[in-house]
């Protein structure tokens, strides 16, 4: 498995910049809790059931409900153990994770990647704890499991992935990078799509920051699948990544936005794909329904399914109808 000591030197160079990170991140979202829900008001559609003004604890909600499930994903494949009990509780039903195991990675660059990621997305629920409160969810029922009947398994056979129904996450380091594949992007997404429902400015640029983080990581994911489709074209990881892509693009909407990490032609003629960005250079946004539609694997309004068994815990819960 190729390694790239740039890219190591640069992840080593963040750690600085990212404990600074978190100590902003601190005193913005403890300010949360204290505004709670008398913060400015929010107003989205979040599908079949729409709410008119949810406010910044709904919106801090949802953002943790998917932050659990990364958190999750990341820690079991990187050590085999999920988040400690003391960061599930909160209101709604706490759910059990069910699945993840850690994965035997053979690359120590990758593995290095799953152990980054893994500690960033338990930072990102401790903060978002922090700034609820008492008002924070708990962690719903996940089900991370790999193989059939697994969600990602189901993610993979409606994307057309080869052998999807036995589809593993968990397998090796190039079934792990297209499970990340799976979720990075819409995580980037759904903060894109979150800004313009923020009013306080203060709530909006610690949310920026939160989104730059998802970036990193999405970046991380698809610049690993696309060097490992140029180097080993055999691996299938471009055209998988496509296949992926297609797939959330079949349950948000009908939009074609989503993408892979096939080149594309720009400009400057065709280029790598590792930042997915529309026609100004910009990433696309997902609402909260569109998002629940992915993670729900439901392109049809729904309250459960997929990686959330049950549903999210708080207000914001439904997926769109397309």
Excluded: C, W
């Excluded at 494949?77 to 960061?87: H, Y």
């Excluded at 698809?222 to 998988?240: C, D, F, K």
């Excluded at 693009?249 to 280029?271: F, N, Y």
């Amino acid at each position: 498995m190729p390694e790239s000591a740039d890219l190591i030197e640069t992840l080593e160079a963040r750690a600085k910049r990212r404990d600074e990170r978190r100590d902003f991140f601190r005193t913005v979202l403890k300010a949360a809790a204290v505004t709670g829900s008398g913060a400015s008001a929010l107003s989205f559609s979040t599908g079949a059931n729409a709410q008119a003004a949810p406010t910044e604890v709904d919106v801090l909600n949802f953002a943790l409900n998917l932050e659990y499930l990364e958190a999750q994903f990341y820690l079991f494949a990187f050590n085999g153990t999920g988040l400690p009990a003391n960061q599930l509780t909160g209101t709604g039903t706490q759910g059990a994770v069910q699945g993840g195991r850690q994965v035997p990675f053979s690359s120590p660059v990758i593995r290095q990647y799953a152990r980054e990621i893994a500690a960033d997305e338990a930072a990102h629920v401790a903060f978002l704890r922090t700034a609820l409160g008492a008002a924070a969810v708990a962690q719903p029922a996940i089900d991370i499991r790999g193989g059939p009947g697994g969600p990602f398994a189901a993610a993979a056979t409606a994307a057309g992935v080869p052998n999807g129904a036995n589809f593993d996450p968990y397998a090796d380091d190039i079934s792990f990078l297209l499970g990340a594949f799976i979720f990075e992007d819409v995580g980037v997404t759904a903060y894109k799509g979150g800004s313009p429902l923020i009013t306080n400015k203060t709530f909006l640029q610690a949310a920026a920051g939160i989104l730059a983080v998802e970036a990193y990581h999405s970046a991380i994911i698809r610049t690993t699948l696309y060097q490992l489709g140029v180097q080993t074209p055999s691996l299938g990881t471009i055209e998988n990544s496509e296949r992926i892509s297609n797939a959330r693009d079949s349950l948000d909407g009908a939009d074609d936005r989503d993408q892979g990490v096939a080149p594309r032609t720009t400009t400057l003629g065709d280029t790598s794909n590792i930042v997915p960005v529309n026609a100004d250079g910009q990433a696309f946004s997902r609402t909260p329904g569109q998002v629940l539609n992915i993670v729900y694997l439901n392109r049809a309004a729904a309250t459960a399914g997929g990686f959330f068994p049950n549903g999210v815990n708080g207000n914001i819960r439904a997926s769109a109808a397309n």
